[in-house]
């Protein structure tokens, strides 16, 4: 059953991060970006990480790192009225929800105890055009998210003290305070990866 487990989870994972992967075009193009959103974020009174900086901070490293991006796939910035392509971004926002996990193993001294464990995501929803907003190709989003975890997986101080090889001991991990920041610009680069997807398809249609 874990096996089976394991290997749907692998298999959900190598189909998440298989959006996200793309081969740079093959002749530069020239892209126009159009910024029409305003970030959002969805937080609650008990947050651990999504206020430990602005949310324009989590616009400019989400917007930067997109930026940074264009080069490695062959596109080109570009403020012209007539651009091979336009990314018009529509929504950015940022998330952080609380929910409880409580361990169910009658072998742990940990039985029984609850967590309030973080998930943490960031999303943009953004639509390509040919040329000058002529028409459109898609409306999409790319996204990047991390969650805190309850685990009785060995650590590197388990294998250290040669403990915990029952799994009986349960471990909190957290993440670390400046993880909206890696999620923004993740989040940026997916946004590329994923336009440069939509472009190489474009292109073949032509």
């Known amino acids: 059953m874990k096996l089976n487990y394991l290997f749907i989870l692998t298999a959900i994972t190598l189909i998440t991060q298989s959006c996200y992967i793309s081969k740079p075009l093959k002749e530069p193009k020239s892209i126009k970006i159009v910024i029409n959103f305003t970030p959002q974020k969805q937080d609650y009174d008990n947050t651990k990480y999504i206020n430990n900086y602005s949310l324009q ?9 997109l930026k940074n991006e264009l080069d490695i796939y062959n596109l080109n910035e570009t403020d ?11 929504k950015f926002n940022v998330s952080e929800t609380i929910s409880t996990e409580t361990i169910n193993d009658e072998s742990s001294e940990y039985n029984g105890q609850s967590f309030d464990v973080s998930s943490c995501s960031v999303t943009a929803e953004f639509s390509l055009y ?15 998210s991390k969650d805190e975890k309850v685990t009785n997986n060995r650590n590197l101080g388990d294998y250290i003290t040669g403990s915990n090889k029952d799994n009986s001991i ?18 940026g680069r997916r946004t590329v990866i994923k336009l440069t997807k939509k472009i190489h398809k474009a292109i073949k249609k032509h």
Request: proline share 2%; aromatic share 16%.
């Open 57 to 65: 901070d989590y616009k400019e490293k989400y917007l930067t790192a």
């Open 80 to 90: 012209n009225n007539n651009p091979d392509f336009t990314l018009i971004i529509d």
């Open 130 to 144: 040919y040329g000058n907003v002529d028409k459109e190709i898609t409306s999409t989003f790319a996204s990047a």
């Open 170 to 187: 349960y471990h909190f991990k957290g993440l670390s305070d400046d993880i909206f920041i890696t999620l923004s610009e993740k989040t």
